[in-house]
Every structure is written in structure tokens, then in C-alpha cells.
T-cell receptor, first 118, second 110 residues
Framework: EAGVVQSPRYKIIEKKQPVAFWCNPISGHNTLYWYRQNLGQGPELLIRYENEEAVDDSQLPKDRFSAERLKGVDSTLKIQPAELGDSAVYLC????????????????FGEGSRLTVL | GDSVTQMEGPVTLSEEAFLTINCTYTATGYPSLFWYVQYPGEGLQLLLKATKADDKGSNKGFEATYRKETTSFHLEKGSVQVSDSAVYFCALTGRRALTFGSGTRLQVQP
């Protein structure tokens, strides 16, 4: 069974340019998460989807970040315009159901997309 | 708010040495606790978990016990191998989603 797939793995852009990351979760997983991981730190939640609905986006910087999961399957995270401080690894994760996940902790993570903003 | 504090790394050990990675937490209520591991070039994956006080999670020779009185969940392994070299993250079930610590890099030398 395929795991969580993310692309691109690496992206280098200049500040003020746009960038987009794509995530395809494990088949059948209703809950999708985007986390950001700064160098030397743990992942921090940006947004959580239940199917196509963004149920928790309180930590998403909405002035420059946007996300969508139109058909409740794959998702795109966009940054426009990018700033130097956006350099990080953007992680996508999925799980079968949020309620169950909070008891079992079983989030399945992709390999991440490493963004470097120059 | 909820938070997790881990010992800073890197932790460098020789093969077959004993490993302890400290983790303490602050949370309201009774969270579940987890250790995730990230091997080089791979995504984060769940290593072990404990859902209530005094539970012991174990997997691949690693163990951690949920200590409510000390709010700790230290990771231990009796004899590490080179293949255990990775970054280890302690986490808890926060109000919104999993809350992670900053990670501890383990380097095991042959």
C-alpha cells in the first residue's frame, strides 16, 4: 500500500515568489494535516482537514498561506509571496479519523517538502 | 497550553550502549503520549505509545513508561544498534492535534 506522497521533495525560490506543495494521503484516510517543521524543532500544525472541510486552520498565516482539499483526497498548500522565514520542511500527514487518531497517535507522514527561500 | 520538552541532542553512543532520551510534558487533562522516529531520508513514523498513566509502550526493543506523577515519558533501549541512528520525537495528544517536542538526534557508532 502506498504511503503519503508529497511533492516536490525540495524547492528553492527567491523571496516574494509563490510556491505550492502537493500531498496525496493514504487511500481512505479522511483526515489530512499540514505541519511545518523548522530546523531543529518539532512539527507544528498548520491546518487539519476532515474530508474537504478545513476544521482547524487557526495556526495558518492566512495573509500569505492558503490550502485546499477540493475533493477530500489530495491537498495543496500554497505560499504567496514567500518570505525568508518560510524556509522549513512542510509535512503532510493523514489518518483514518481524527477522533481515533487522538487516542492512537497513528498519523502517517510523508517525507516532506523542504523549502529554501533565498 | 500543551507542550513537550525533550533533552537536546545529539546523543552519541557506541553500539550496544544503553539509551535514555528524556521527555517531560505539560498538558491539561490526560493526554496520550507517543514517541515518533525519523530515520534518514524517511518520514516520521510512530514508534510506541501509552494512553494512560503507568502504561508502558514498547516496540523494536524501545520502551517508555507514562509517569503521571513526574509528567514524563522517557525513551529507553538496553542495547542500541547503528540502525537506531535517527531523530526521535516525543509527542502528546493536544487539544487540536498531536503536539511534538523538538526532537533528539541519536547517533550510534559501530
Amino acid at each position: 500500500e502506498a504511503g503519503v506522497v508529497q511533492s516536490p521533495r525540495y524547492k528553492i525560490i527567491e523571496k516574494k515568489q509563490p510556491v505550492a506543495f502537493w500531498c496525496n494521503p493514504i487511500s481512505g484516510h479522511n483526515t489530512l494535516y499540514w505541519y511545518r517543521q523548522n530546523l531543529g524543532q518539532g512539527p507544528e500544525l498548520l491546518i487539519r482537514y476532515e474530508n474537504e472541510e478545513a476544521v482547524d486552520d487557526s495556526q495558518l498565516p492566512k495573509d500569505r498561506f492558503s490550502a485546499e482539499r477540493l475533493k477530500g483526497v489530495d491537498s495543496t498548500l500554497k505560499i504567496q509571496p514567500a518570505e525568508l522565514g518560510d524556509s522549513a520542511v512542510y509535512l503532510c500527514a493523514s489518518s483514518a479519523r481524527q477522533g481515533l487518531t487522538l487516542n492512537t497517535g497513528e498519523l502517517f507522514f510523508g517525507e516532506g517538502s523542504r523549502l529554501t527561500v533565498l | 497550553g500543551d507542550s513537550v520538552t525533550q533533552m537536546e541532542g545529539p546523543v552519541t553512543l557506541s553500539e550496544e550502549a544503553f539509551l535514555t532520551i528524556n521527555c517531560t510534558y505539560t498538558a491539561t487533562g490526560y493526554p496520550s503520549l507517543f514517541w515518533y522516529v525519523q530515520y534518514p531520508g524517511e518520514g516520521l513514523q510512530l514508534l510506541l505509545k501509552a494512553t494512560k498513566a503507568d502504561d508502558k509502550g514498547s516496540n523494536k526493543g524501545f520502551e517508555a513508561t507514562y509517569r503521571k506523577e513526574t509528567t514524563s515519558f522517557h525513551l529507553e533501549k538496553g542495547s542500541v544498534q547503528v540502525s537506531d541512528s535517527a531523530v526521535y520525537f516525543c509527542a502528546l495528544t493536544g487539544r487540536r492535534a498531536l503536539t511534538f517536542g523538538s526532537g533528539t538526534r541519536l547517533q550510534v557508532q559501530p
